[in-house]
């Protein structure tokens, strides 16, 4: 269990930081007052660039979406502001209403929100909550439009606030945390180019349209993780129920409406691809739309690509599961 647990901290590049004085989780009240009041974000749109979430927080956002299955959910989370990163000591749920598509927090969410900060401070702990989390079951980790609203609003009444995404299915189907962190543009900003992804994602074709409508209206930040000696004992606790529950599921099996969900979304785009190279080669070839061309089909491929490593990765955990375990309590 402690190898497993190793793995996934090397697999989501886990740090650990200064043993002797966990500066991370020190939190000095005058210090972020300070900050606040000179609110440097507020000159420069841009201004933050990195996250750092301790691993606590991120193992609890990742037990929750899973939670969740194919309905979001969200949370809350709380630390503190260094420079121009957030750090993310700790998270925790709200109760909310969720569905396929999307999360409405009322007025129960905000009454929790509020005596559950109250109980931090009276127990001692002074972190404000920096920012919200929700999932996009199977989607990939982006701001919707809805999504975009809601950070806004955020933003506006509560700065320094952040958003973060994580995808359950991808999580599980990847065997690495699929998580995104996220910033909203004030709304009369208009960024001087297109901002390039770190790392391609694929999006299914019914949210592509909400994808490509948003996506100048925010920007995305740097991810990092972190653990301390601190962490030790709660992280221990949670990973066993994270453990088994991972261990006692198959990749392919819990993920088969995804899986197929994919599939079909694959289908689709060959299909797309396909009709706009046959359409383009009867009218002959223009410059400019051979190279959207090469670029949808380059897409359609690296989708495959994913779908096949991941699938195959599944079916290797399968047949692990099975050699480990069948016939344990018969050996008994």
Not at 231 to 253: A, G, M, R
Request: with cysteine; proline share 3%.
């Amino acid at each position: 269990m402690e190898s497993m647990r190793s793995a996934w901290e090397i697999e989501n590049a886990v740090k650990l930081v200064d043993p002797h004085r966990d500066a991370l989780y020190s939190y000095d009240a005058e210090e972020q007052k300070a900050i606040n009041s000179a609110a440097p974000w507020k000159k420069d749109p841009h201004y933050f660039k990195h996250v750092r979430i301790s691993a606590v927080a991120l193992l609890k956002m990742v037990m929750h979406a899973r939670s969740g299955g194919s309905i979001e959910i969200m949370g809350l989370m709380q630390g503190k502001i260094a420079e121009d990163t957030f750090i993310v000591t700790d998270a925790f749920r709200l109760p909310v209403e969720g569905t396929e598509t999307r999360v409405n927090a009322g007025a129960e969410a905000d009454e929790y929100q509020v005596n559950y900060l109250q109980m931090c401070r009276d127990n001692g702990r002074a972190d404000n909550a920096i920012g919200w989390y929700h999932s996009h079951p199977g989607y990939g980790c982006w701001l919707s439009g809805i999504d975009v609203g809601t950070e806004r609003i955020q933003q506006t009444f509560f700065d320094p606030y952040l958003a973060i995404v994580i995808d359950p299915d991808r999580t599980i189907s990847a065997g690495k945390v699929e998580i995104g962190a996220f910033r909203t543009y004030p709304d009369n900003y208009k960024p001087a180019g297109a901002q390039e992804d770190d790392e391609y994602q694929s999006i299914p074709l019914a949210k592509i349209e909400d994808f490509g409508a948003h996506a100048d209206q925010y920007y995305s930040l740097d991810i990092s993780h972190f653990k301390s000696t601190l962490d030790t004992q709660l992280l221990e606790s949670l990973w066993n129920k994270y453990w088994v529950s991972t261990l006692s599921q198959s990749p392919l099996s819990t993920n088969r409406d995804y899986g197929t969900k994919r599939m079909l979304d694959l289908s689709q785009k060959i299909q797309n691809a396909k009709k706009s190279v046959q359409g383009e080669s009867r009218r002959g070839y223009r410059q400019g739309a051979t190279a959207q061309q090469e670029s949808s089909v380059d897409k359609v491929i690296r989708d495959g690509e994913k779908i096949k490593a991941e699938e195959r990765n599944g079916l290797l955990a399968t047949e692990i599961m099975a050699k480990l375990f069948n016939g344990v309590g018969a050996r008994a």
